[in-house]
């Protein structure tokens, strides 16, 4: 129990710390990192004063390995999706800057300009679309496409479909597509939003709720370092039904709406990533990075 404490309450520091508004300062955040061949033309609005500052700046919640999580012995920012962000400033010819923050203080940063995009794993949803300009998705692997629900493993026999879950006690981080997941499919659970991950992990862990919904690899991630309290019911083939939400795979990047100019320019960032298949590669990286079987 004391590993398995002290496990938990590392994951709360980092992400804690991670949470704070630290930023990092203009030079290259991810090393070693190319860039696509595009000319940027006729820019406007955000873009054109990313271009004339030199600087990009990026919002995200680093508390959802492999897409961008703190590691854990040097305490630097990784992550498939910061080197995303990384790719985009190369390609602009310009310095990136990264602020952390709360998952649900980034698109508010979007909003009120402090940042100039939100890269924070973040999928397609119809709310976000009407207030905010996202690109076309991104994704490394099939398994972006599984999220499940996290229990204590001494309560998993009592859970043997998705069904079982409408009515319990469980967590979901605030404007998450888990949110959304649980809303629509498990509409008699006693959701409770929360604003970071390790948050909801130490209510399961305390026995505040009952089970935590979160993407797969997260899941397996938390189960696999807990030295057992946990059990990822993804291993009992229960997961989210995601086929209605199919036309919207994968990541994207926010924007402030109205800023087409800027998302015209990361769509074909994309699309040069999808084609070169780096994505995929940034992926497995960095999931073998974050010990994530």
């Not at 599984?146 to 981080?173: C, M, P, W």
């Not at 019911?233 to 100019?261: P, R």
Request: proline share 1%.
């Amino acid at each position: 129990m004391k590993k398995t404490l002290a496990i938990i309450l590392t994951f709360v520091m980092l992400f804690s710390f991670a949470s704070c508004g630290k930023k990092t300062e203009p030079t290259e955040v991810i090393k070693g990192v190319g860039k696509a061949d595009i000319k940027v033309e006729n820019a406007e609005g955000v873009l054109a004063e990313v271009l004339k500052k030199g600087v990009l700046t990026i919002g995200t919640s680093p508390d959802f390995a492999p897409s961008e999580y703190i590691d854990m012995e040097t305490n630097e920012l990784k992550g498939c999706e910061m080197v995303l962000a990384q790719y985009v400033a190369n390609t602009l010819g310009v310095q990136l800057v990264v602020e952390q923050m709360d998952f649900s203080g980034v698109l508010t940063a979007v909003d009120t300009g402090k940042v100039d995009i939100g890269i924070s794993g973040f999928g397609w949803k119809k709310d976000r679309a009407e207030l905010y300009e996202l690109t076309h998705g991104y994704t490394g692997t099939s398994e972006a496409s599984h999220h499940t629900i996290l229990v204590r493993t001494e309560d998993k026999d009592k859970y043997n479909s998705l069904a079982d879950f409408d009515g319990v006690h469980i967590n979901a981080q605030a404007g998450s597509l888990q949110q959304m997941y649980v809303e629509d499919q498990l509409p008699n659970a006693n959701l409770e939003l929360v604003t970071t991950i390790d948050q909801s992990i130490l209510n399961l862990q305390t026995g505040k709720v009952d089970a935590v919904a979160l993407a797969r690899t997260s899941a397996t991630q938390y189960a696999n370092t807990s030295d057992g309290m946990f059990y990822s019911m993804l291993d009992k083939n229960i997961e989210f039904d995601l086929s209605m939400y199919d036309d919207y795979s994968g990541n994207v990047m926010a924007c402030k709406k109205g800023e087409t100019s800027m998302v015209e320019v990361l769509n074909q960032i994309i699309a040069d990533v999808t084609e070169k298949n780096l994505y995929t590669e940034w992926y497995d990286a960095a999931k073998k990075d974050a010990g994530i079987e």
